[in-house]
């Protein structure tokens, strides 16, 4: 008797289950293992970990970053500035993220009683940061390089601050927002070091 195939695991399909939960129920209430079931995957069969609330948001983390990196090439010609990049980087992850608005304001909004997925994530999250200013072009192997990590992680968590409470179309909030946030970073960079 022919084994059966696999089922390729789709991360698209996971995860827009896994926000329908977070958006209908509650972020509490998301269970990975439910959702693989439904999906008639086994957790046996994906070559990560899915056993926890806080591996989805992992996957999640990871899988924006991976086709931000993708679509990077697309987005300059060679003659923007540094903070031209860094605008153009925010703006499309904040597409990328779009779909998913709902369910992360909902996150967002319990990280300070959710420890364990702060605790978690900051790894992922660290090296989110490091991957867009790497992106942008800015050196991170200088001596000045936590300096400049630190900056952009203050800057992106305003600008998704932002993001949540702005519900236009066509994002104008978030995007005046985001020129002010990294012309004030420009500004304190070109006082300290060279801002790429």
């Given at each position: 008797?022919?084994?059966?195939?696999?089922?390729?695991?789709?991360?698209?399909?996971?995860?827009?289950?896994?926000?329908?939960?977070?958006?209908?129920?509650?972020?509490?209430?998301?269970?990975?293992?439910?959702?693989?079931?439904?999906?008639?995957?086994?957790?046996?069969?994906?070559?990560?970990?899915?056993?926890?609330?806080?591996?989805?948001?992992?996957?999640?983390?990871?899988?924006?970053?991976?086709?931000?990196?993708?679509?990077?090439?697309?987005?300059?010609?060679?003659?923007?500035?540094?903070?031209?990049?860094?605008?153009?980087?925010?703006?499309?992850?904040?597409?990328?993220?779009?779909?998913?608005?709902?369910?992360?304001?909902?996150?967002?909004?319990?990280?300070?009683?959710?420890?364990?997925?702060?605790?978690?994530?900051?790894?992922?999250?660290?090296?989110?940061?490091?991957?867009?200013?790497q992106l942008a072009d800015i050196d991170i192997s200088c001596p000045t390089s936590?300096?400049?990590?630190?900056?952009?992680?203050?800057?992106?968590?305003?600008?998704?601050?932002?993001?949540?409470?702005?519900?236009?179309?066509?994002?104008?909030?978030?995007?005046?927002?985001?020129?002010?946030?990294?012309?004030?970073?420009?500004?304190?960079?070109?006082?300290?070091?060279?801002?790429?």
């Amino acid at each position: 008797m022919a084994k059966s195939k696999k089922q390729a695991f789709d991360k698209d399909a996971f995860l827009n289950k896994a926000f329908e939960v977070i958006e209908t129920k509650g972020y509490q209430s998301l269970s990975p293992d439910l959702i693989l079931k439904d999906m008639g995957i086994s957790a046996k069969d994906i070559p990560f970990s899915l056993s926890s609330k806080e591996d989805v948001m992992v996957l999640f983390e990871e899988h924006i970053t991976d086709q931000l990196i993708q679509i990077a090439p697309e987005l300059f010609d060679g003659s923007e500035t540094t903070k031209e990049k860094l605008f153009e980087l925010m703006m499309e992850r904040f597409d990328l993220m779009e779909p998913y608005k709902t369910g992360l304001h909902e996150i967002f909004k319990t990280l300070p009683m959710n420890p364990i997925l702060v605790l978690k994530s900051i790894p992922h999250f660290r090296d989110m940061v490091r991957s867009i200013l790497q992106l942008a072009d800015i050196d991170i192997s200088c001596p000045t390089s936590e300096i400049k990590i630190i900056g952009f992680t203050y800057i992106y968590l305003r600008s998704c601050k932002n993001w949540f409470e702005d519900e236009s179309v066509d994002k104008g909030k978030t995007m005046a927002a985001l020129d002010k946030h990294l012309t004030f970073a420009e500004q304190i960079a070109n006082s300290l070091f060279k801002f790429g």
